[in-house]
Structures are given as structure tokens and as C-alpha cells.
């Protein structure tokens, strides 16, 4: 039994459908929301051997022409020049303006799908269907659309909001067990931003959400929820959806410093480390209890995610690479940074002027 998400963003509010098996009834959907429209699919070559045949058969049942564009797996197809290959491909199948372009994958080829989306004749109609827990829970929700630069990711992009989003829960069956716990990462991220209840669940029923079944369903609904509702306070990121970052200028820093070098470091575990950051300087600061911070490093330790610097496979940089590593992110004026930083589980709040010093002390004795 799927559930169902509603984002009200006005004239462009979607849906969110969650649950197992919703990816053999795409067809019949996609047609409901785009009747007679053409689609393009682009998906990776991973996701393609294991879920494509039935994308297209549920298209195909449903009477709805569909052209696959396969690119290759990986953040390096986040370019300009998948970009382009993308674009022309859509193009030379002939699709029209009110025609789909459908990403089926994970948060790369939504991305990269979602802005050839919003650029081929100006904007065309984009589905998403998310088949990695991250794209699930995070980025095939909330419009956010693009590609990398030379000079860092996600600088090019648009926002382009999906007409329907189709979260097949058993697809993640495929998805290899790291890139599943990676996303965790993000879905526990949901419950220490404002929803300590969440969170205590996820204690309780982690085991059932690794499994599949009801609780994975409750977990991602739960998670799309919360980032739907961030997403319709701000659409365009210029307030409260910071708050979605806690844990992430930790995070972004540990993934500049390896290089974005999956091998050693994917994005959610990086977020789990930047987490445990989080609640642990907090927790130096008078702000959160020793106990919750022991709580969150317990919890993500437990499923089998990473939770310290130490950690991380090769590890060699000191406190001062690692803030100047923060001072690379936009979010940083003169001296001082901008963290999310907690007053409890589910109490995180933007702390707009911390002192570069105080974080310095917190990470030499982190190391
Ligand atoms: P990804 O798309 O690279 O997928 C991870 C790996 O899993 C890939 O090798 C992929 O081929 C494989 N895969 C995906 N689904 C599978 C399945 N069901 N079975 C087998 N293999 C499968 O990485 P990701 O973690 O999904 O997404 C990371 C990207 O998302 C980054 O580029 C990041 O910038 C972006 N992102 C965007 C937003 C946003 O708001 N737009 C938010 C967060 C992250
Ligand atoms: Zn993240």
C-alpha cells in the first residue's frame, strides 16, 4: 500500500507516492499527470540493468512512448558534458515542450536530469523517480536541479520543481548496503533537526527500516514530510531551509578534504560524522547534554555508520585544514562561521556568528 506526500507549492504542487512496487505502476501514474506526453528517461547504467526493463514496461503498458538516455554512474556525470549529451539526446528523440523527462536514479541523475529539464525548450515536465535512500529522502525533493563546475559542485543549476515524484521503497533492495546506510544519514538527520519523537523511533525500528517493509515506508514518508515542509516555508533557500544543513558544514569540509573520493568518504557518512560534530560541539558549548550528544554518535555507530574524524580511511589533515576547508564554503564571513548547532534532539537552531577559535578547540580535541 503506498502513502502519499502532498507538497502544496501553489500551481506547481506535487506528490510524493511511497511505497514497494510503485515503480511497476509508473505508467498509469506518469499518464495521470501528463496525459499523452512523451518521455524521456534518463537514468545511469547501474540503475538502468536493474530497473529499467520495468519502467518501461509499466510505460509501455500504459501507452506511453518513452526513449532511454543512459549515462554513466557517478558524480563525475554531474558535467557540462553529460549535460549537453543529456540535452541533445532528449532533443533528438523528439520531445516537445508539455513532453517528460523522467530521472530514474539516484540524486546524480536527478540532478542532472532535473536541469536538462528545466533548460531543453525552456522548461519541460520532470518526474522523478528516485531509486538511492538519499535521493529518496533529500534530493528528489525541493526542486534543487544542476550540475558541478571545475570550481565546485553544484554551482550551475535551477530550481525546477517535479510534477510527481514515485519512491519504489523496494527499489533500494538493489542499492548496495553502504550507499542505503549513506542515506540513513540524512533520514536520522530529519528527526535531530525538530523531531525528537523521530528520532527515538529510528532507535527503536532501525533494524525494520534496514529490512524494508512498513517501517522503511513510515521512514521515508516521515523524512520527505519534513523536508516537503522546509522546502513550501522557503522555496528558494534564503531562511529556514539552513536549518536542512545541520551537520553539513562538518560534512562538506571531511568531503573537500578527501577529495570527494567516494572510496573513502560518500556524502552521507560524511553527514554522520558531521552530525556527531555537531551535537559533540554543542555539547561544548553548554548548549545540548553530553548525553544527548552520546545518543546521536550511539545511534549512527549502531546501524553502522561512521561517527568520528578518525574514522575516515587515510586521514591526516589537523584542525586548521579543516577550517580552512570550512572557509571554502560559502558560508563563512571574517572570522566567523555559520553552524546549526542544537539545543537538545530536535531542538537545532542556525547559530549565524560562531567563533572560528571555538571551533578550532572543539576539533583538536576531536582529532
Ligand atoms: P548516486 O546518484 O551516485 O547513486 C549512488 C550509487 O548507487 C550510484 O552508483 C548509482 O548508480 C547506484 N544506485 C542508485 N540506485 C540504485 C539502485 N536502486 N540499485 C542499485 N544501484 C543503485 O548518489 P546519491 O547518493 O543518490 O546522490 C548524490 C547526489 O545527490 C550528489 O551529486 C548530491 O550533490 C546530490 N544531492 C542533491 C540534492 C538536491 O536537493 N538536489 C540534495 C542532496 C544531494
Ligand atoms: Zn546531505
Known amino acids: 500500500p503506498a502513502e502519499t506526500v502532498h507538497v502544496p507549492l501553489g500551481d506547481r504542487a506535487y506528490d510524493i507516492v511511497i511505497g514497494p512496487g510503485v515503480l511497476h505502476d ?150 548496495p548496503p553502504r550507499e542505503f546506510r549513506a542515506g540513513y544519514a540524512e533520514v536520522a538527520k530529519y528527526g535531530l533537526i525538530d523531531d525528537p519523537a523521530f ?20 521512514a521515508i ?14 522555496e528558494r533557500e534564503d531562511g529556514d531551509r539552513a536549518l536542512l544543513n545541520l551537520g553539513h558544514t562538518f560534512a562538506h569540509a571531511f568531503e573537500r578534504i578527501t577529495r570527494y573520493d567516494g572510496a573513502r568518504l560518500v556524502h552521507g557518512e560524511a553527514v554522520a560524522i558531521g552530525l556527531v560534530c555537531a551535537f559533540a560541539f554543542s555539547a561544548r558549548l553548554g548548549l545540548a547534554s553530553g548525553q544527548d550528544a552520546s545518543r546521536v554518535a550511539g545511534h549512527l555507530r549502531t546501524v553502522g555508520l561512521p561517527t568520528a574524524i578518525r574514522d ?18 560559502k558560508k ?15 531542538r537545532s537552531f542556525v547559530a549565524r556568528d560562531v567563533d572560528a577559535a571555538a571551533v578550532r578547540a572543539f576539533l583538536d580535541d576531536a582529532l
Not at 131 to 158: E, M, R
Not at 201 to 218: C, K, T
Not at 224 to 229: D, I, S, V
Not at 341 to 346: E, P, Y
Open 26 to 175: 509508473a505508467g498509469r501514474r506518469i499518464a495521470a499527470v501528463a496525459p499523452g506526453a512523451a518521455c524521456a528517461i534518463v537514468t545511469d547504467e547501474n540503475v538502468a540493468r536493474v530497473h529499467l526493463p520495468a519502467l518501461s514496461a509499466s510505460l509501455a503498458a500504459a501507452g506511453v512512448r518513452a526513449t532511454p538516455v543512459v549515462v554513466p554512474p557517478g558524480e563525475a556525470s554531474k558535467s557540462y558534458a553529460m549535460f549537453e549529451t543529456v540535452c541533445d539526446a532528449i532533443i533528438a528523440a523528439r520531445m516537445e515542450r508539455g513532453d517528460l523527462v523522467v530521472a530514474l536514479g539516484g540524486g546524480v541523475v536527478g540532478d542532472l536530469a532535473g536541469f536538462a529539464a528545466a533548460s531543453v525548450r525552456r522548461g519541460m515536465r520532470f518526474v522523478q523517480i528516485p531509486t538511492s535512500l538519499l535521493a529518496q529522502v533529500d534530493s528528489s525533493v525541493g526542486g534543487k536541479t544542476g550540475i558541478n563546475s571545475p570550481h565546485g559542485k553544484n554551482l550551475v543549476g535551477a530550481f525546477h520543481q517535479p510534477r510527481l515524484v514515485l519512491a519504489d521503497t523496494a527499489a533500494l533492495d538493489t542499492l
Open 199 to 218: 528520532f527515538a523511533w529510528l532507535e527503536e525500528n532501525h533494524r525494520a527500516v534496514f529490512a524494508g517493509g512498513a517501517a522503511r515506508v513510515a
Open 221 to 234: 514518508r516521515a523524512s520527505c514530510a519534513a523536508k516537503a515542509a522546509v522546502v513550501v516555508r522557503d
Open 312 to 329: 575516515i580511511p587515510g586521514w591526516d589533515a589537523g584542525a586548521a585544514a579543516i577550517l580552512d576547508a570550512m572557509a571554502q564554503d
Open 332 to 346: 563563512v564571513r571574517r572570522g566567523a562561521l555559520t553552524f546549526i548547532l542544537a539545543n537538545g534532539i530536535g
